[in-house]
């Protein structure tokens, strides 16, 4: 099929180019947000955790792979046909909810607030998928990997709540 497009090869590179850069920015974004928020000062070094929270350490790099994982879905689920508003919405809420989580948590000093707003970013997520979905099947499994990841670190959350609450 031949390609019917009459804007300018340079126009139409960089209109692909755009839902690289909103993946990006919401990458980003939310990286920074919640980043900032992360202090593991002496308040967090005192909780007790359960043995089997994974290693420091390898938070940080699967928190980086799961958003390249989602900003992936989010491409392909643009240039699938994805609605794109509600796309970027679905993103953007997201982002939000996922930085709001680890201010609650680490900022806030409220494991028991973050476990309460795990549950939206967790229908958060789902929303992204079934989003993706209508751009691409893949582009929704790609967002697997982080509902997964969500669901361990709210049984997590849930897990430190427990072992020294109460909290306020």
Do not use: H
Request: net charge positive; with cysteine; glycine share 10%.
């Amino acid at each position: 099929m031949a390609d019917t497009d009459t804007a300018p090869a340079g126009a139409r590179r960089a209109r692909d180019r755009r839902p690289l850069w909103l993946a990006l920015a919401w990458m980003v974004a939310t990286g920074i947000l919640g980043g900032a928020a992360v202090q593991l000062g002496p308040w967090y070094a005192s909780l007790r955790k359960p043995d089997w929270m994974p290693n420091e350490m390898l938070i940080g790099p699967a928190w980086g792979a799961i958003f390249l994982l989602s900003a992936w879905a989010f491409v392909t689920a643009w240039r699938g046909g994805a609605p794109r508003g509600l796309l970027l919405l679905t993103y953007v809420v997201n982002g939000a909810l996922n930085a709001g989580w680890t201010w609650l948590f680490f900022q806030a000093r409220r494991p028991d607030w973050s476990l309460l707003e795990a549950a939206p970013l967790l229908l958060s997520i789902l929303a992204m998928i079934a989003v993706c979905a209508q751009g691409s099947r893949a582009a929704a499994w790609l967002n697997l990997p982080y509902l997964a990841w969500v669901g361990f670190a709210a049984a997590l959350n849930l897990a430190i709540m427990r072992l020294n609450g109460p909290f306020g």
